[in-house]
């Protein structure tokens, strides 16, 4: 499992889909990412759960069509309990009256069917802005980064980046590299890129203060850290 998705791992999770075949495939998937999965089949039973546990669910991801009271119906009848519980809508339609009234009940995203792997990923990186939890990654057992404070945890100490710094390090904490188009884009604010031997500066800089050969260099591609 990527790494920064562990810290969803302690969330229960109310999943809604009537379609049995696609609800077993979704399970298998979001099984990998969160220890509690709360399963329904349609609005009614997901209602029921909703209640039983409406103090232990942390997200909601529902289908819209479905037996009984559709996704649509259950999402208001939950707002009347929750108001900021995260809610996620899959739909094999893009009805816009189905959008607009997602809207009015604050849902976090609209997702089209197949909700493939990659669409889920998506989604967990939502989870994290929602719940404030990118902003600290576990790169591994000995390293941790924390984006809001701009410090690098390394073992037993800590180490204390620029502004510049903390943006980068976020950029190679979450990519297996990190071009120079990406630098470029995310770490200087003006149009005009910088010359190459500021960027080599800036590097230099920061490699003084990691350990060495942590963070590497792909000749003419960008940097990567090597863990």
């Keep these: 499992m990527i790494e920064k998705y562990k810290l969803l791992k302690n969330k229960t999770v109310l999943y809604v889909e009537d379609d049995l075949s696609l609800q077993k495939n979704i399970v298998e998937i979001l099984s990998n990412f969160f220890d509690k999965l709360l399963v329904a089949s349609d609005g009614d039973e997901a209602y029921d759960i909703y ?97 809001a404070s701009g410090s690098l945890k390394i073992d037993n100490s800590t180490i204390q980046l620029t502004k510049k710094e903390t943006k980068f390090f976020k950029l190679l904490s979450e990519n297996s590299i990190v071009t120079y188009d990406m630098m470029y884009e995310y770490m200087w604010d003006y149009d005009k890129a910088p010359s190459q031997d500021a960027v080599k500066s800036f590097i230099r800089k920061l490699q003084k203060k990691l350990p060495d050969s942590l963070c590497q260099n792909k000749k003419g591609v960008g940097y990567y850290l090597s863990i």
């Design 51 to 147: 209640l039983e546990n409406q103090n232990k669910i942390d997200i909601m991801i529902t289908d819209i069509n479905m037996p009984n009271t559709d996704g649509i119906t259950l999402c208001k009848s939950i707002r009347e309990y929750n108001k900021t519980l995260p809610i996620v809508i899959v739909s094999a339609y893009t009805n816009t009256d189905y959008l607009l009234d997602s809207i009015d009940l604050n849902i976090v995203t609209y997702v089209t069917k197949p909700l493939t792997t990659k669409k889920v990923l998506s989604l967990l990186d939502k989870f994290l802005e929602y719940f404030n939890l990118n902003n600290h990654i576990v790169i591994n057992n000995s390293l941790e980064f924390d984006y």
